[in-house]
């Protein structure tokens, strides 16, 4: 009785992959994306949606889940998913307070970060831009690391937005992630005369959203099958065709 038991419950865990479906060729995973290239690219084609994209399409694929994803301005995109009105975020960086909202996955990636400015010397440090005005993407965590410093927090909606603005001389510095910048450099040649000053590098994750009810399910599949595609060469393959 006991083994007949064990093996009916082995076979429904084959069938459904644990989320109580018979037909695994149709379950989505939502996630919410803001535009970041080349990791997450709004309106990219088919075979170029970005390094994080395909990341999660082919880890998924693994277990026949389809993604789908949503493009916001990041800050909405972080709120949607806290909310769990989307299953995750795409990708996004750890911090303590995201802690009561989402799951983190194991690293997907590392991120350089640091200061941009016109001017070749060495800021040192954020603390020697006391009273410096630094443009910054509103809703990054970056914003709220600016905000141990006493520095003038100039939020914007874009890395772009405020890279013209430095340009213009309205702000002393932009604080960003350099991978995104690189790939906005691309079609705005002004971006070369800037100068980039690294701060610190840290790995960044895919999180899944506490508020939907197969969050830790989701978690669990992922991390599984992202270790499979890294162990096969899948992963080192998706990063060197985005030139990362």
């Known amino acids: 009785m006991i083994k007949t038991l ?9 069938i459904t992959d644990g989320f109580g479906t018979t037909t695994p060729s149709t379950k989505t995973v939502s996630m919410a994306c803001n535009h970041f290239p080349p990791l997450k690219i709004e309106n990219g084609d088919l075979n170029m949606p970005g390094a994080d994209i395909e990341v999660l399409s082919t880890t998924f694929a693994l277990s026949s889940i389809q993604v789908k994803t949503t493009f916001f301005p990041w800050k ?10 989307y299953d995750g975020l ?9 802690e009561n909202d989402f799951y983190f996955s ?11 400015t016109l001017k070749k010397e060495q800021p ?3 603390k020697k831009l006391k009273g410096k005005s630094i443009g910054v993407v ?5 914003e709220e690391e600016l905000k141990k410093y006493q520095v003038k927090i100039v939020a914007g909606a874009s890395d772009i ?9 309205r702000i002393d510095a932009v604080y960003s992630y350099k991978t995104v910048i690189a790939e906005l450099a691309k079609s705005n040649p002004f971006i070369s005369e800037l100068y980039f000053h690294e701060v610190y590098a840290a790995p960044y994750f895919t999180c899944f959203s506490k508020k939907i009810k197969n969050g830790k399910s989701l978690l669990n599949i992922f991390n599984k099958n992202l270790e499979t595609i890294k162990e096969d060469g899948t992963y080192l393959k ?3 065709k985005y030139g990362l």
């Open 161 to 169: 937005n405020l890279l013209k603005m430095l340009k213009a001389k």
């Open 6 to 14: 064990i093996n009916s419950l082995f076979l429904w865990l084959m």
């Open 76 to 85: 909405r995109a972080l709120v949607l998913a806290q909310n769990g009105k």
């Open 138 to 142: 509103r809703g990054y965590n970056l």
């Open 238 to 240: 998706i990063k060197k």
């Open 124 to 126: 040192g440090s954020l």
């Open 106 to 116: 194991n690293e997907i990636g590392q991120n350089s970060i640091g200061i941009y």
């Open 90 to 98: 795409c990708s996004c960086s750890y911090t303590k307070d995201r």
